[in-house]
């Protein structure tokens, strides 16, 4: 059976939430049906439920060498962030197409039409972070604390 968002289990805590998605080699294996297109996309996994998260979409996703986004889409009012994490590919943004790579960070604003293929010869894995366009977070350290304790690590 693939792995869904329904058949992986969160452990959760009290102030977070852990879920164990695979290696990359099982992400393929994960499967979502969009609901307007009615067919599975393989390799596709939304983590916000999982996470039970408000703010933010998270999904990590794989393509099989040749294989690309079947069509150009938008956002209402999200940003996307695509990370490259594993093999080549090109992106489109906005009437522009350029190569991508591990390494690579694309930022897609809302209206930016976008669409992304696999030009390599290994599969193209990468993360997608959705969030609001307009949502103001601090800068990179504002919003954390400091927290008495250690954390205990304990050797192997």
């Known amino acids: ?13 009290a102030e977070g939430i852990h879920v164990e998605t695979g290696s990359f080699e099982q992400w393929a294996e994960h499967s979502f049906e969009h609901p307007l297109l009615k067919t599975p996309a393989h390799g596709k996994l939304f983590l916000k439920d999982l996470l039970a998260v ?24 999200n940003d996307e962030i695509y990370v490259i994490l ?15 790579k591990q390494g690579s960070v694309v930022l897609a604003r809302p209206n930016a039409s ?23 977070i601090g800068g990179t350290t504002s919003d954390g604390k400091a927290v008495a304790g250690s954390p205990g690590w304990q050797e192997k």
């Not at 059976?1 to 805590?13: G, H, I, K, V």
């Not at 594993?86 to 991508?100: A, N």
């Not at 669409?115 to 307009?134: F, K």
């Open 114 to 136: 976008r669409s992304l293929r696999n030009r390599g010869d290994e599969w193209l894995t990468y993360l997608c972070l959705q969030v609001a366009s307009d949502s103001k």
């Open 54 to 77: 408000d703010g933010a979409e998270i999904s990590i996703n794989q393509f099989p060498p040749g294989w690309a986004m079947p069509f150009l889409h938008a956002h209402k009012r």
């Open 1 to 13: 059976m693939s792995p869904t968002s329904s058949t992986l289990e969160s452990r959760r805590f």
């Open 86 to 100: 594993q093999g080549e590919g090109e992106f489109y943004l906005d009437g522009k197409i350029f190569p991508v």
